[in-house]
């Protein structure tokens, strides 16, 4: 079956552009959480959807930085303003449910602000 | 919130040998701790996973090990081939939910593995 996927793959803009990075779970996935890794570091969690709802959105750098998830698939992640320090990659995961359930990862968006 | 450290950042081992990644954790309500493998250019993928209930756990070439009094946990390569170069991540999930990504993943920074020829 197919896995978690993302779209763009790369994504450049210039600073104070808006992007939106898109997110497709795997069917039947309730569970979606977006990550953020930079240039030679470790994963760092954003935000985390359990369906529609966000119970978890203390990663979120800042305000500039928004999610949401419709119909409990597809989610969308918002970058306002960007800035150079928001380039990193981008990557998105989903689990069956919440608890200790296997998270499984999609590609990633690479993403350049000029 | 959990802190996980990692060591080495680098491993280069040569092939056939094996190679030893570890991970410590802060927080002593953590009880998930999955090992991820990154190839350039993809997303991580999970390669084995331990909960905190087993000490152990082997999969053909691959085993992790979980010391809770220690809060400490280790990945094993044994017999390592070309193909296990790759970025390998170590992470840990807490059931506090007290915020700060507790329903996500909190990962070390990696360790660039490689398998010399």
């Known amino acids: 079956g197919a896995g978690v996927s993302q779209s763009p793959s790369n994504k450049v803009t210039e600073k104070g552009k808006d992007v939106e990075l898109r997110c497709d779970p795997i069917s039947g996935h309730t569970a979606l959480y977006w990550y953020r890794q930079s240039l030679g570091q470790g994963l760092e969690f954003l935000i985390y959807f359990q369906g529609n709802s966000a119970p978890d959105k203390s990663g979120l750098p800042s305000d500039r930085f928004s999610a949401e998830r419709t119909g409990g698939s597809v989610s969308t992640l918002t970058i306002q303003r960007t800035q150079q320090e928001d380039s990193a990659v981008y990557l998105c995961?989903?689990?069956?449910?919440?608890?200790?359930?296997?998270?499984?990862f999609g590609p990633g968006t690479r993403l350049t602000v000029l | 919130g959990e802190n996980v450290e990692q060591h080495p950042s680098t491993l280069s081992v040569q092939e056939g040998d094996s190679a030893v990644i570890k991970c410590t954790y802060s927080d002593s309500a953590s009880n998930y701790f999955p090992w991820y493998k990154q190839e350039l250019g993809k997303g991580p993928q999970l390669i084995i996973d331990?909960?905190?209930?087993?000490g152990e756990k082997k999969d053909q070439r691959i085993a992790v090990t979980l010391n809770k009094t220690a809060k400490h946990f280790s990945l094993h390569i044994t017999e390592t081939q070309p193909e296990d170069s790759a970025v390998y991540f170590c992470a840990a999930r807490s059931q506090t939910y007290s915020g700060g990504g507790a329903d996500g993943l909190t990962f070390g920074k990696g360790t660039h593995l490689i398998i010399q020829p």
């Open positions: 995961a989903s689990s069956l449910g919440r608890g200790t359930d296997t998270q499984y």
């Open positions: 331990i909960r905190s209930n087993v």
